[in-house]
């Protein structure tokens, strides 16, 4: 029995020295394959390699915004520039009351109140609703007037966006009123009023040439045309 249990001990050390040996000069391989296969499954780079700065974000560039020239061969007087701007701007001609509401769920007209330098007085026969680009500008205009007179100086508007219908009943009480289609059925297009100045309405000729002023640059960068309108005391603006 001794003799037959040293043999057995003897036969488990050398299978069990075999085994060991076996698995050292196996690991060295064994931890390279399960390195590479996660690395694989990861994707993760091996490389702890700090200086290398990871790839750019790259942003998507606004496509600028373009103005198409008013063409001289279509204007037979001043009021068309006016038509081609409303016409090459934004949303097109506002055809009736009910297309004039869907244009306010869509956002494509937004409501006008007051803001710096410019309030909308109460309107009877338009809407205080213009395109958010138009309403930018207008904003602009406001500051503006505000840097060049002080922070409590604003300008009226006296008519904004008329519908079809809107335009035929002004046309029966004011014949200045423009027969057929007006750029103001377009949503571009405003008028400020150059006798009625910070709430009051007045004759005041500096704070008229200071509006004057501004309008002339604002065309200049061909963010706008305008009329002076004499009969109706006012500027008549359309935003390109």
């Known amino acids: 029995?001794?003799?037959t249990s040293l043999i057995y001990f003897a036969s488990f050390f050398i299978l069990f020295s075999a085994g060991a040996w076996t698995s050292q000069a196996y690991m060295p391989e064994l931890k390279q394959q399960l390195k590479s296969t996660y690395s694989s499954i990861t994707n993760t780079p091996l490389s702890t390699d700090k200086s290398k700065k990871p790839?750019?974000?790259?942003?998507?560039?606004?496509?600028?915004?373009v103005i198409p020239p008013i063409p001289e061969s279509l204007i037979t007087k001043e009021y068309d520039k006016h038509l081609f701007a409303a016409e090459h701007n934004g949303i097109g001609l506002i055809e009736s009351e009910e297309h004039f509401k869907k244009l306010i769920e869509e956002q494509q007209l937004v409501l006008i109140d007051k803001g710096a330098g410019y309030e909308v007085m109460r309107l009877t026969h338009s809407h205080p609703y213009i395109t958010p680009y138009s309403k930018d500008i207008l904003e602009e205009l406001g500051e503006a007037f505000q840097a060049l007179t002080d922070e409590e100086s604003y300008f009226t508007l006296t008519s904004v966006t008329?519908?079809?219908?809107q335009q035929k009943?002004?046309?029966?009480?004011?014949r200045n009123a423009t027969s057929g289609v007006s750029s103001h059925s377009y949503g571009v297009s405003f008028d400020i009023s150059y006798i009625r100045l910070n709430g009051k309405k007045r004759y005041s000729r500096p704070l008229q040439n200071k509006i004057e002023q501004i309008l002339k640059e604002f065309e200049k960068a061909d963010k706008i045309v305008y009329i002076k309108e004499r009969k109706q005391s006012c500027y008549h603006v359309t935003v390109r």
Do not use: D, S
């Open 162 to 165: 008329r519908t079809p219908e």
């Open 55 to 65: 790839e750019p974000i790259e942003l998507e560039v606004p496509i600028p915004r």
């Open 1 to 3: 029995m001794k003799k």
């Open 169 to 174: 009943n002004l046309r029966k009480r004011n």
